[in-house]
């Protein structure tokens, strides 16, 4: 596969072509071209949503990046589209779909976001803590568009896992949860169980997450991970599932927009405050809307056997039948 990049255009961003998509940026907007049509977006959208993209490894199922443009994750292969999953499209017969290998996407999306991300602009951050993405370019962002992503083997507090979050580890608490608790637990494990007998606050660590919208492995049991988060502003990716997703809602509020994962058509709007617990079936997308830094507790079943299982009919969509 061939991964095209031109020289600077007049603002000095790099185009970049795969397959039969390119993709150029000017001070404001990404323009989306492939054989059938082309498209805009505004370039913060564009930014965040790829750098998710970017970071989680194309995650589960689909990451639209809004009503028209995104990437369906066949672990191993990814298809990239335009069009695919909003009817309007469909039925003009401008929709485009591709495939390519995992690598030569993730090759041509991380050579974009470096290249396109100023100096003082982080796609991961709430916009009241970063800078404008506008404008011609400007330096880069290194730090932050390669920052490592929190996956626990085990557990965060597990000796040789992922550290707890302190200051003077580079996490101080975010401006909205100063009122969170700090203590940690006090453990008293027999001698020679010290790595195994293991706790830690779940909430103090959360309170010291400095990026929004980005779901990191706090406990593996298996299958069954544990991916809080701290939400703020709008979830950057409209995120279509391929397998029942739990949300636990441990602070705060988000109100969620509900769509059918295939025509886009509305289905529901969910408000979690503090407490609820929410189970997103496998056949739906999502956007969600959080007023102020909360904390959510998104619930996975990483097995890539349950896309294949709900398509044969042995896993259902629905994490309950009433
Ligand atoms: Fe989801």
């Not at 397959?19 to 989306?32: A, H, K, L, P, S």
């Amino acid at each position: 596969m061939t991964i095209t990049e031109t020289a600077p255009n007049r603002h000095g961003y790099r185009t970049f072509s795969i397959g039969e998509f390119t993709f150029q940026r000017d001070e404001y907007f990404v323009t989306i071209e492939w054989p059938t049509g082309t498209h805009q977006m505004a370039i913060d959208v564009f930014l965040r949503a790829l750098q998710r993209d970017v970071a989680w490894g194309f995650f589960y199922g689909i990451v639209n990046f809004d009503s028209v443009f995104g990437t369906m994750n066949h672990y191993g292969t990814v298809d990239m589209f335009a069009g695919r999953f909003n009817d309007a499209y469909r039925r003009a017969e401008v929709d485009h779909n591709e495939t390519f290998s995992h690598d030569d996407l993730m090759e041509c999306f991380v050579a974009m976001l470096k290249d396109w991300t100023n100096d003082g602009y982080d796609p991961f951050a709430a916009p009241q803590e970063t800078g404008q993405p506008f404008g011609p370019a400007s330096g880069d962002n290194d730090a932050a568009v390669t920052r490592r992503r929190v996956v626990a083997t085990r557990m965060v507090s597990v000796p040789d896992d992922e550290p707890i979050r302190t200051d003077e580890s580079g996490f101080p608490i975010n401006r909205h949860f100063l009122d969170v608790p700090q203590d940690e637990p006090d453990i008293h494990a027999e001698p020679g169980y010290e790595s195994e007998v293991c706790a830690y606050n779940l909430y103090a660590y959360i309170s010291r997450s400095d990026v929004t919208w980005n779901p990191s492995v706090v406990s593996a049991c298996k299958e069954s991970l544990y991916c809080p988060t701290s939400e703020e502003f709008i979830l950057p990716v409209i995120h279509g599932n391929d397998r029942v997703e739990w949300f636990v809602q441990l602070s705060d509020e988000i109100q969620w927009d509900i769509e059918d994962r295939d025509s886009g058509s509305k289905r529901a709007r969910v408000i979690c405050k503090a407490g609820d617990v929410a189970a997103m079936p496998a056949d739906i997308r999502h956007q969600g809307y959080s007023p102020k830094r909360s904390m959510l507790l998104v619930w996975e079943n990483a097995s890539n056997r349950i896309p294949e299982m709900i398509a044969a009919g042995q896993a259902s969509v629905r994490a309950v039948d009433f």
